[in-house]
């Protein structure tokens, strides 16, 4: 299984979520983290992130990343929003965290972090066919983005986020009339131009993601019911609640409205501007209640990575080995004929492990001697003739990482002498190889010879092999059909084997199972 860490740098809250990542493509979400550093504080007044926000939320990203880290999650991807790019400082506080955590952070615009959490709540709720408006409440922006099961319509980012509009229109708490009524005109002139922006008459319904509007929710919820929210997701609050609820936070000072149920402390200044917001949108929409949505734009960016990211992803989970996997994929890119490749390469392993106390090599050379027999026919993507010396070429010059050049460099001569020539003198590139690795590939590349011999038709006809060491090396190969092409191109191709062991090859049938016919 893949693993992924997904950090969100937002104005208000600095969020973590692990994440595992299935065969189906879909994912699993391990474990999440928020801290509410309020990075953004002050930020759009002053145009710069202050040093002790900054210290907060570096603090708060090497704990994060470090137990990443320690979890096995070696790819993260962070993220940073409104505070950091609007910020003029926000450059260098990127930059601070790669040179100090080693972490790279991207910053992204208004717009893409809509189209991300559009892809959040679009794999969370089931959307209908007709639009549907979905708004995310940050500390720094408000992302309004117009969307169906299709995808998504319309996206735009508003300077309307909580902390801002505290910042700039709630100095006091509790505020005065006048402070209330300039809050309501920035929000609507904003909100009502970006809704007529859509040229929608109508919309199917409002979806409110983000923990802002989920507080709002919770707060709803006990003062209705006196239970907590069961569930975020697919939860619904009422246009008329939401006033209420507006007009008590209007009135209340912070004393009053750290008493209310389900009010989380640390948005005690930011739920007011978020329910002025909520309340504004479903009055310019027509709608009468909000349905809370519990994904955004962390699962979002889960979403996208995966799309992204399929192919690899699939090969991560078949072939965990990230030299393996490379091998493969360049196998792959060259169309090498994979059930042949895979199945040579079984077949030269069979005669590795039985022919191991003649040549004495490791687990080393026992993975050089799979990867050339899975890479030996890369060379017909540039020309069947030659393709031997073709496959030196590509294995030399592709990306394989996870493979020392050592190992580039002996995989990449077993598979250039599977055919034709044995190695010699004349060969610049075997001379190039230290003594001790030339009699390696000498003895690999004898395996791998007889071995793409007993696959000559390219139908699997042999399964299984016997050797048996002697002064005669017998090679007993169990059948499955007629393989006398299969056994000719063996017999051909024993001459490295037999120059390496210093005996002669013969190979037999062994007697078929009738039962098995």
Aim: proline share 3%; glycine share 6%; net charge positive.
């Amino acid at each position: 299984m893949s693993k992924l860490a997904v950090i969100d740098i937002g104005t208000n809250s600095i969020h973590m979520v692990l994440a595992e990542i299935l065969p189906d493509a879909s994912f699993k979400i391990l474990d999440r983290f928020k801290d509410m550093t309020r990075l953004g504080n002050g930020v759009f007044a002053t145009r710069r992130l202050s040093d002790e926000s900054m210290a907060r939320a570096m603090n708060v990203l090497k704990t994060l990343v470090t137990l990443a880290r320690n979890k096995g999650f070696e790819r993260i991807i962070a993220v940073a929003t409104s505070a950091v790019r609007e910020a003029q400082n926000g450059g260098e506080f990127v930059a601070m965290i790669l040179e100090q955590i080693g972490l790279r952070v991207r910053v992204i615009s208004g717009v893409e972090e809509a189209r991300l959490i559009f892809l959040g709540v679009k794999h969370s709720i089931a959307l209908p066919d007709g639009p549907t408006l979905v708004v995310d409440i940050g500390g720094g922006s408000v992302e309004l983005i117009v969307g169906n099961r299709d995808g998504l319509i319309h996206g735009t980012s508003l300077k309307l986020g909580a902390i801002r509009l505290t910042e700039q229109c709630l100095p006091k708490t509790p505020p005065s009339q006048s402070m209330m009524r300039a809050l309501e005109t920035v929000v609507t002139t904003h909100l009502r131009d970006a809704v007529g922006s859509f040229k929608l008459k109508k919309f199917h319904s409002l979806v409110a993601t983000s923990g802002m509007a989920g507080n709002v929710g919770e707060v709803v919820h006990l003062r209705q019911t006196s239970r907590p929210l069961p569930q975020h997701n697919l939860a619904t609050v009422l246009l008329k609640h939401i006033r209420s609820l507006e007009a008590e936070l209007a009135r209340s000072s912070v004393k009053d409205r750290l008493a209310i149920p389900g009010l989380d402390p640390k948005r005690v200044d930011t739920l007011l501007p978020t329910t002025v917001v909520l309340r504004c949108l479903l009055e310019l929409s027509g709608l009468q209640q909000i349905t809370l949505c519990d994904k955004a734009i962390r699962e979002g960016i889960i979403y996208d990575f995966i799309a992204r990211h399929r192919e690899g992803l699939k090969a991560e989970q078949d072939f965990p080995d990230v030299r393996r996997r490379n091998v493969i994929g360049l196998a792959r890119r060259c169309h090498a004929p994979e059930g042949h490749s895979l199945h040579v390469a079984e077949l030269a392993l069979q005669l590795f492990d039985q022919t191991k106390r003649e040549h004495h090599l490791g687990d080393q050379a026992r993975t050089w001697l799979e990867y050339a027999a899975i890479l030996h026919d890369v060379g017909y993507h540039i020309n069947p003739r030659q393709h031997h010396k073709h496959a030196y070429y590509l294995i030399k010059h592709s990306d394989l990482g996870g493979l020392t050049a050592e190992d580039i460099d002996v995989v990449a001569n077993i598979a250039r002498y599977h055919r034709r020539s044995l190695p010699t003198l004349k060969h610049e590139e075997f001379t190039s190889l230290p003594p001790r690795l030339q009699r390696t590939v000498k003895i690999l590349a004898s395996l791998l010879r007889i071995a793409d011999g007993l696959d000559r038709t390219h139908f699997s006809l042999i399964q299984r092999l016997q050797v048996k060491l002697g002064k005669l090396v017998t090679i007993e190969v169990q059948l499955t059909g007629d393989a006398e092409m299969e056994l000719w191109a063996a017999k051909s191709r024993a001459d490295l084997f037999e120059q390496v062991f210093r005996r002669r090859v013969q190979f037999t049938v062994a007697p078929m199972d009738i039962r098995k016919l």
